[in-house]
């Protein structure tokens, strides 16, 4: 048997749940990263004893498209895995329901499932350092309730997760992160977009149509010289704030 940490977590945040989902294990776990720009994904191939956590944040509900596109390349072979949907402290809506088919459309088994709450990537004040102490021992549980049944059920029915079909619409947000004066144009940021929508001949500007809001480019840039239309921003906050206040909990799905 062997363990897989697979995600696609551009901030971190989703990184940080399946890390801790992963712990009730000994065995040593190999991470796949699914933010890889034109990764090959092909590649892996599992087969029925192997155990994968995969996780993904929610985007307006939805499961992002280039992750999506990441988990169909892979051949599950059987595999128990365990759709893992992380959110900003609104909603996951579809997002866990779109993962879970897809993974059972790329050959896995879902048994399990869980919904966590992580930092909000664009509006961070929602659900500020989340996952905090209280999230990571709950989260350490989740992991051991998780290991529990896929150990006692091995090839248990299939996981019955929230969301619904059709799935809901997300045309994505106007919110494009742009580079300032400090931006030294190293690269970094298009190196590690998710897209490909920075251009690395001239990183301080970004391809809208492509851009998917993700922040990864603004959390890696070692200037802090990306940033998001502050007043867009401001205004985006006032509209959110009621659906977004509040602590939302974490929840397992066996």
């Known amino acids: 048997m062997k363990l897989y940490d697979i995600y696609f977590s551009p901030t971190g945040g989703t990184k940080t749940v399946t890390d801790i989902l992963c712990r009730a294990w000994e065995e040593e776990k190999q991470e796949i990263d699914l933010s890889v720009f034109q990764g090959d994904y092909t590649r892996y191939v599992f087969d029925k004893e192997d155990i994968c956590v995969v996780g993904v944040p929610s985007f307006g509900g939805r499961v992002p498209k280039a992750a999506l596109d990441a988990v169909r390349q892979m051949k599950g072979g059987g595999a128990q895995a365990v759709p893992v949907a992380v959110y900003g402290n609104r909603e996951y809506d579809d997002t866990l329901l779109e993962l879970e088919e897809a993974l059972t459309d790329a050959g896995f088994h879902c048994t399990a499932a869980a919904a966590a709450v992580a930092e909000h990537s664009v509006m961070r004040q929602f659900g500020a350092g989340r996952p905090d102490e209280k999230d990571r021992a709950e989260l350490g549980e989740f992991s051991k309730r998780i290991k529990e049944k896929l150990e006692r059920h091995n090839r248990g029915e299939k996981v019955k997760v929230p969301g619904n079909k059709p799935y809901r619409n997300y045309s994505g947000i106007p919110l494009k ?14 190196a590690k977009c998710p897209v490909g929508a920075i251009p690395a001949q001239n990183p301080s500007e970004v391809d809208k149509e492509k851009c998917i809001s993700c922040m990864r480019c603004i959390s890696v840039c070692p200037q802090k010289a990306r940033n998001v239309n502050q007043i867009m921003l401001r205004a985006a906050s006032v509209k959110m704030k009621k659906t977004c206040s509040g602590r939302k909990e974490n929840k397992v799905f066996l």
């Open 177 to 190: 992160p742009k580079a300032g004066k400090r931006c030294t144009k190293c690269g970094g940021c298009a």
